[in-house]
T-cell receptor, first 118, second 111 residues
Framework: GAVVSQHPSRVICKSGTSVKIECRSL??????MFWYRQFPKQSLMLMAT?????????EQGVEKDKFLINHASLTLSTLTVTSAHPEDSSFYIC??????????????FGNGTRLTVT | GIQVEQSPPDLILQEGANSTLRCNFS?????LQWFHQNPWGQLINLFY???GTKQNGRLSATTVATERYSLLYISSSQTTDSGVYFCAVGSIIQGAQKLVFGQGTRLTINP
């Protein structure tokens, strides 16, 4: 149980275009989802917390106008990288707690999306 | 915010050896997870262990919450154990759970 599906797994886009990444909880509901970014040979850094039905909360230094997050249902959050540039090339990973158990339960991760901006 | 330190940063061993990876954290936590990231980037959840000891096959983990550290033990290492191991700790910040990752330990198991 507790499967998080992320799509696409890999995307290549041209500089200046926008890319949407989907994160779905397949067998549980997730009021809150998290988006992480990982540059090569580095750790995972939390970008933002996605809240169903309300605005996302962004970490310091993350541009909210560039990384648009929408959490329209209890099973889907999307991250849109707007006007992507080569420096946005990275590995993006989403995660979620099962609703109602976020304080004392594991965080479940998707398989990640590798974004390459040319 | 909470600080997470993992050691060693790199570890190279021969197949069959045992290893111990350490995770120190700077504050009280209500969540601690160990992950193995494979070469394709996939995070494999190894343990959810905010306290106590757990074992799963050749792997075991111990968290001593009062002393703010956790250890991951790998016995009889295999080449497939190679990869990066992350410790991530969670605490409640302004009413929200946030999981912070350490910098990882890169483990290489040579045949």
């Amino acid at each position: 149980g507790a499967v998080v599906s992320q799509h696409p797994s890999r995307v290549i886009c041209k500089s200046g275009t926008s890319v949407k990444i989907e994160c779905r909880s397949l067998d549980f509901q997730a009021t809150t989802m998290f988006w992480y970014r990982q540059f090569p040979k580095q750790s995972l850094m939390l970008m933002a917390t996605s809240n169903e039905g309300s605005k996302a909360t962004y970490e310091q230094g993350v541009e909210k106008d560039k990384f648009l997050i929408n959490h329209a249902s209890l099973t889907l959050s999307t991250l849109t990288v707007t006007s992507a540039h080569p420096e946005d090339s990275s590995f993006y990973i989403c995660s979620a707690f099962q609703t109602g158990s976020s304080y004392n339960s594991p965080l479940h991760f998707g398989n990640g999306t590798r974004l390459t901006v040319t | 915010g909470i600080q997470v330190e993992q050691s060693p940063p790199d570890l190279i061993l021969q197949e069959g050896a045992n290893s111990t990876l350490r995770c120190n954290f700077s504050d009280s936590v209500n969540n601690l997870q160990w992950f193995h990231q494979n070469p394709w980037g996939q995070l494999i959840n190894l343990f959810y262990i905010p306290s106590g000891t757990k074992q799963n096959g050749r792997l075991s983990a111990t968290t001593v919450a009062t002393e703010r550290y956790s250890l991951l033990y790998i016995s009889s290492s295999q080449t497939t154990d190679s990869g990066v191991y992350f410790c991530a700790v969670g605490s409640i910040i302004q009413g929200a759970q946030k999981l912070v990752f350490g910098q990882g330990t890169r483990l290489t198991i040579n045949p």
